[in-house]
């Protein structure tokens, strides 16, 4: 039975828990929930704010705290202040290393494949942990503004979050003790929150651009009988309303002549002046004009003067766009609708670039910095069973496979996979008595694994020893809604089973999953020759060993010369295998098989008359 109690902050009768919707973002994270009149509404800790500064600041008596009393201490005390952790999250230094200089903080890189982790005063912290510290400051302010507990939440993350960057949040969740029942995606949510795709029998293409502080990202999602399919994503992690606070503060700069090296050595000038220039831009959304001044030094820009230092960087989004269409292999004018999402969607000049780039008006309605965490809200009163079932579905962004003979990418889940979804093969031994087998997972679009990404390794142990090719050993792969990917081989005539479930050691950026699809176009045909070659030496490798088992079992059939030429052939194919020509190995394949097939024919008779006389044969 469902406990009813008393909201002594609505004043109305609540169902003992709720579910709360989180945008766990990179400036900021706001928490919201479903309102006892069914609509979706941002939590307001009295006199704390809506939007909780994604910000971390350790104390000198070793407490914590997080959102905008941290915020202060961005400049004053930049190494125990940790920001942007988002960025960090699911990723390993290798990831992290060329954006080094943007942490203030000390990114640590002990090992470069494993997880990054932070150094704050002699402590080090997993960005787990660190935005396990944000979720957990949202709970305590949901908590604290409706008066119940808060145990269970929806968390959004990018589309383009992969495997390890949706267990780290779901983990972060967890750390916060947040039950995690959904990781949905933040464009899915932006969609809810316009009611867009809650209705089963609408079918859409709609395009969510997300333009925030520091990053932006575009995804194009097929809604169809209330399935939400990413179709595409494009973006970058780099680019941002920072970027047109940058330009209006370095235009400040020629405008008065100021000296570079005296502001990188004022702090607080140069603190001071990214703030007005913030400021600036925030109020050329709504005026033509600003006009201001700091230490005597006028700061003047106008609404044209800014739009035509932004154009370049607006102009990038539109390329993504572009991207993203080409991507999803649909046009503009399929498009249908278009989301803002992102503070920076409030300057004029990129709604009117984004508006006319599609063809028709986007929907800003709803505050761009509260739509996903409204669409988050939606989701949890979905799950809660409080509307009409929905299923949200996303696509996999690289292919997911294992390692076969001869380091061959053997793809089970292919790219732009919808998610849910399980997929599986049937493997065998190579050796007799084959005892354990290795499980090499990887990601990726290349032939060859070691080009792609290696996700896990596990060894299937205990088959029972039987000729090769005989065991039969089913790999099975299960990438759940929030892309989480689980590995289950099982032995099927032993019953021996394994399973992992796949926590990456390392995640991917945006860009390398993007360069990872270039390489696997540019590298096609060499990739295939390749193939060629290995599976060519695959087969002679088994081939000889076939050959050989062969030989050492039934030399008793055969005579004297034929051994002899039959050892010809067999030392011809092992030095082709070596050749790097596939033909020539096919050939000597070939030749070994015409010669020896009598044989075989041969000794089979051979050994069925001799069973039929009683006698055991091998
Ligand atoms: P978000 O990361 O979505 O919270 O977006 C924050 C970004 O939105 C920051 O770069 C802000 O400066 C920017 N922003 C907030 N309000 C406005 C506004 N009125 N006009 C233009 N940009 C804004």
């Known amino acids: 039975m469902a406990k009813v109690s008393i909201n002594l902050a609505t004043g109305s009768l609540q169902k003992e828990e709720l579910i709360v919707g989180i945008d766990l973002g990179t400036t900021n994270s706001l928490v919201a929930f479903i309102n006892p009149d069914g609509n979706p509404q941002v939590i307001n800790d009295t006199g704390k704010g809506l939007l909780v500064p994604s910000i971390i600041h350790f104390q000198a008596d070793g407490s914590i705290v997080v959102g905008n009393e941290a915020k202060e201490f961005l400049t004053s005390d930049p190494e125990n202040t940790i920001f942007s952790v988002k960025r960090l999250l699911g990723r390993s230094y290798q990831d992290i290393a060329r954006y080094r200089d943007f942490f203030s903080y000390k990114v640590i890189d002990d090992n470069s494949e494993s997880l990054v982790k932070i150094k704050v005063g002699d402590k080090f912290y997993t960005p787990i942990e660190l935005s396990g510290f944000i979720l957990k400051e949202l709970k305590e302010r949901a908590e604290h503004a409706l008066k119940i507990p808060v145990n269970r939440a929806v968390i959004t993350v990018p589309a383009y979050f992969n495997d390890s960057q949706r267990q780290a949040t779901r983990d972060a969740g967890k750390l916060a003790g947040l039950d995690v029942l959904r990781i949905v995606n933040e464009p899915t949510a932006a969609s809810l929150a316009y009611g867009i795709g809650l ?61 570079p090296e005296v502001l990188a050595n004022d702090q607080i000038l140069n603190q001071g002046l990214r703030l007005k220039a913030e400021e600036a831009k925030k109020a050329l959304s709504t005026q033509n004009l600003y006009n201001d001044s700091l230490n005597g030094i006028p700061l003047a820009i106008s609404k044209q003067k800014f739009e035509e230092l932004i154009a370049p960087k607006v102009q990038e989004t539109l390329d993504c766009c572009k991207k993203a269409l080409v991507d999803g292999g649909t046009k503009a004018e399929e498009i249908q609708e278009v989301i803002m999402v992102g503070g920076s969607t409030r300057t004029p000049m990129v709604k009117e670039r984004v508006a006319a780039f599609f063809g028709k008006a986007v929907h800003d309605q709803i505050n761009p910095d509260q739509v996903v965490a409204l669409g988050a809200a939606i989701q949890s009163d979905i799950l809660a069973g409080n509307r009409s079932d929905i299923l949200l579905l996303d696509v996999t962004p690289l ?183 596939k033909d020539l190995i096919h050939a000597k394949i070939d030749e070994l098989n015409e010669y020896t097939r009598p044989f075989a024919e041969r000794v089979m008779d051979m050994a069925i008359s001799q069973a039929m006389k009683g006698k055991q044969i091998e």
């Open 199 to 259: 209705n089963p029998d609408e079918e859409k293409t709609i395009a969510v651009y997300d333009l925030g502080g520091g990053t932006f990202d575009v995804s194009i999602l097929k809604i169809q009988n209330g399935i939400f399919e990413v179709l595409s994503t494009n973006g970058d992690t780099f680019l941002g309303g920072d970027d047109f606070d940058r330009a209006i503060l370095n235009y400040w700069i020629t405008e008065n002549n100021l000296d």
């Open 399 to 581: 292919s997911l496979g294992i390692e076969t003979m001869g380091g061959l990418m053997d793809v089970i889940i292919p790219r732009n996979s919808k998610v849910p979804t399980k997929a599986g093969r049937q493997y065998t031994t190579s050796v007799d008595g084959q005892v354990n087998m290795k499980i090499s997972v990887f990601q990726g679009e290349r032939d060859l694994v070691n080009e792609n990404r290696k996700l896990a390794e596990f060894e299937l142990k205990g088959i029972p020893a039987m000729p090769a090719g005989l065991p039969k050993v089913d790999i099975n792969f299960l990438l759940n809604a929030d892309g989480i990917l689980t590995v289950q081989a099982v032995e099927l005539r032993s019953g021996v089973k394994q399973e992992v479930a796949i926590k990456p050691s390392y995640g991917l950026t945006d860009a390398e999953v993007e360069q990872m699809l270039l390489d696997s176009i540019q590298h096609a045909q060499a990739d295939v020759q390749q193939r060629m070659l290995i599976e060519a030496r695959t087969e002679g490798e088994q081939m000889l060993y076939t050959a050989e088992r062969f030989l050492e079992k039934n030399s008793a059939y055969l005579q004297e010369n034929e051994i002899v030429e039959t050892k010809t052939y067999i030392e011809a194919l092992r030095a082709s295998l070596n050749a790097g020509d």
